[in-house]
């Protein structure tokens, strides 16, 4: 099985109405429920997400299961009124940004309420599920 296969069943265990779509950036389209799946990888991302979920919740996650865990945790956790503060809270780090602080920058962004509610999702998902998330990041990585 081929790794988009793998990873859309894995998903449409969660929910099968959810739609995949292999894009250049892990994002969620809530109202249309569709999970963009990004397939480069980015290791100094994958290590601010990875320590800011052990950091906040005390668990170890691989960074690219917390990536498809945390988009399918938008739309789970989708609230019309937590998605506009993220919009406008987005827009005002985006202007306060500085490059030279990318690690507060990553840490502010993951705090946003939608954000660290979505990572959240993606965390209870990974503690109750734990074995269907290790067998599919072995199939995944078998590949």
């Known amino acids: 099985m081929s790794a988009l296969s793998i990873i859309t069943h894995f998903i449409h265990k969660i929910d099968s109405s959810i739609q995949i779509d292999f894009d250049s950036d ?4 809530v ?4 999970v963009y799946i990004e397939s480069k990888e980015h ?4 290590r601010l ?5 052990q950091d906040n919740f005390n668990v170890l996650m691989d960074p690219f299961l917390i ?3 945390h988009e399918v ?5 989708y609230d019309e009124q937590k998605n506009g503060e993220r919009a406008v809270l987005y827009a ?3 202007i306060t940004y500085d490059k030279s ?4 920058y990553s840490n502010a962004y993951f705090s946003i309420p939608a954000e660290f509610e979505a990572t959240k999702w993606a965390v209870n998902y990974y503690v109750n599920h734990q074995k269907l998330c290790d067998n599919f990041l072995k199939e995944l990585y078998s590949e």
């Not at 109202?31 to 569709?34: A, H, S, T």
């Not at 290791?43 to 994958?46: F, I």
């Open 73 to 77: 945790g938008h739309i789970m956790t």
């Open 31 to 34: 109202v249309n429920k569709i």
């Open 43 to 46: 290791l100094e991302e994958d």
């Open 49 to 53: 997400i990875q320590n800011f979920v």
């Open 92 to 94: 005002l780090l985006a």
């Open 67 to 69: 990536g498809i865990l």
């Open 26 to 29: 892990f994002c969620a389209d």
């Open 101 to 104: 602080k990318y690690e507060e």
